[in-house]
């Protein structure tokens, strides 16, 4: 779910069979996607998978490196991945910040092997755009899922906005 002046775009991999099967980005209830984008400020509320459409609403924006596919990273045939329609659309909606929400779609897109590609922001940008490495959400890597990467997203994201930090729950604003 793409649209014209998005501040972020998260990329993924491919659909996992639950989701394909939703027809939903992240529908499996174990996934942590929703919770933590809610978690770190980035939606106002916890989104439910079937409201992924409301997104750009957030400025933000989803996508997959094998939008034709779907299952688990290690289960895609190589033809899967698709890097090349994923830099044409970060060409034509030119989002600020591009966030990978794992190390193999990352890999996948920038030609560099997972070893290399350390949790946070990379100084090369990809199509214009500012580009970031997340931990999977997934329930295959929840041993390696950190909140730290996603906290230092949204704060980028709202320094991007000229917004400051998320209020904490239950204080006035100003």
């Not at 094998?66 to 299952?71: D, E, F, N, P, V």
């Not at 034509?92 to 897109?109: D, I, L, M, Q």
């Amino acid at each position: 779910m793409l649209a014209e002046g998005l501040t972020l775009v998260l990329v993924g991999t491919a659909p996992s069979r639950i989701s394909a099967r939703a027809r939903a980005y992240y529908a499996n209830p174990e996934n942590k996607f929703w919770r933590v984008l809610h978690e770190v400020g980035l939606t106002p509320r916890q989104l439910a998978p079937r409201e992924y459409p409301t997104l750009p609403t957030y400025g933000i924006g989803l996508t997959d490196v094998a939008k034709r596919h779907s299952g688990v990273d290690a289960a895609l045939p190589g033809e899967a991945w698709a890097p090349d329609a994923l830099r044409a659309k970060l060409r034509h909606y030119r989002p600020a910040v591009v966030a990978f929400t794992s190390k193999r779609g990352a890999s996948e897109t920038l030609g560099l092997p997972t070893g290399k590609l350390p949790y946070g922001p990379h100084l090369l940008p990809l199509e214009g755009a500012e580009v970031w490495v997340l931990p999977s959400t997934s329930p295959l890597g929840h041993n390696h899922f950190q909140l730290g990467p996603w906290r230092a997203l949204a704060s980028r994201v709202r320094e991007l906005r000229g917004e400051g930090p998320p209020e904490a729950p239950g204080e006035p604003g100003t």
